[in-house]
């Protein structure tokens, strides 16, 4: 992360660092480049992100990044954001990640409106192409759950009827 934050700083744009304190204080990280945001928990720090960005871009990583790309994911499906998951499948690292999203939204366990936030480039230049292109096409059904109330002792009907 801290190469990439460095990088962009340096070519002119705006870097914004949101970090848990507990990593910050244990020195997990380097020298923080533009602006820097601590926050209490790793939950706190994804929603900061969420307030904070246009679009979600994750680089080849490990467990973390995971993690993120679906906390995210999920929240899109649940209709709490409209933002696309970009993946920038350096040298096909995310290939078999986007397999097994194809394989899930097959067998219909994702449905075709969630597997289409997750856009797939293998260069910068084609991925900023296809951000700059994605719209978002909200699930009719999740697109009546309104998150701005909070919870509601209105329940909604949902149809949860399962199709084999």
């Known amino acids: 992360m801290g190469c990439v934050s460095t990088a962009t700083y340096v070519g002119g744009s705006q870097v914004l660092g949101i970090i848990p304190t507990a990593l910050a204080e244990g020195n997990f990280i380097g020298k923080i480049v533009g602006e820097g945001l601590q926050v209490p928990t790793m939950q706190d720090r994804i929603s900061k992100m969420l307030e904070n960005s246009d679009t979600f871009i994750a680089l080849p990583g490990g467990i973390g990044t995971l993690e993120e790309i679906f906390q995210i994911a999920s929240w899109a499906q649940l ?11 350096v040298d096909g690292f995310f290939n078999k990640l986007l397999s097994f999203l194809d394989q899930a939204r097959e067998e219909n366990f994702i449905p075709h409106l969630a597997r289409q936030i997750f856009i797939s480039a293998s ?3 084609e991925m900023i192409d296809k951000l700059e292109d994605f719209v978002y ?3 009719p059904v999740v697109a009546q759950i309104d998150w701005s109330k909070g919870s509601s002792s209105k329940k909604r009907k949902m149809d949860l009827s399962l199709h084999l």
């Open 79 to 89: 209709n709490i954001h409209h933002r696309p998951i970009g993946m920038l499948n």
């Open 137 to 139: 096409k909200p699930d």
């Open 123 to 125: 260069t910068t230049e």
